[in-house]
């Protein structure tokens, strides 16, 4: 196989390929997501999308393969056979279809699309912060370990977020039946 010269350097980051952000990406599909579009949504913790919105991954239309990450996540994330009618025969899918197979995680009217998606964001902005980060480290590092690799290192994550002033806050506020006041700390 010969190179291409437009091959991405290894050190390339971006929210698809390699950048290691441990805070919560939440996208709100409303429309056409096909290709770099799909990808996006996919790159992204939590989907929300619209009624109306479409996915597809197109590219081996146009002789290509889904190279944003199409191929590695939806493979991973919906069951394999539907990511390959997706990928192999570039099929396009509603919203319907996407939250049935597990590619978003809820449908809303268009006009409740980025109000849910700030409400969820709002949610996640009330738990305690570095548990959050840990907990997204620790759910896509340990994806691509082995299940005893991924829990030495949800083990080791967990030592680290019980040590921290915000889980003796939340125990105490659990305990005083009260909402807790985090700090990141």
Not at 73 to 82: N, Q
């Amino acid at each position: 196989m010969r190179e291409h010269r437009n091959d991405p350097k290894p050190t390339s980051r971006t929210i698809i390929r390699g950048l290691d952000v441990w805070k919560p990406f939440i996208a709100a599909i409303n429309g056409i997501a096909y290709g770099g579009g799909c990808e996006l949504a996919l790159a992204c913790d939590l989907r929300i999308a619209s009624e109306n919105a479409r996915f597809a991954q197109p590219e081996v239309r146009v002789g290509a393969l889904a190279g944003g990450g199409g191929t590695q996540r939806l493979t991973r994330f919906i069951p394999r056979c539907k990511a390959a009618e997706m990928l192999l025969m570039a099929k396009v899918i509603d919203a319907q279809e996407a939250y049935r197979i597990g590619l978003i995680n809820e449908i809303v009217p268009l006009e409740k699309l980025m109000p849910t998606a700030i409400e969820w964001a709002e949610t996640i902005c009330e738990m305690a912060p570095l548990a959050v980060r840990a907990t997204k480290e620790a759910m896509i590092r340990g994806g691509d370990m082995s299940l005893d690799d991924g829990l030495r290192l949800e083990k080791l994550l967990f030592g680290q977020v019980t040590a921290t002033e915000d889980f003796e806050e939340g125990v105490r506020a659990f305990r005083e039946k009260r909402s807790p006041v985090f700090r990141g700390k």
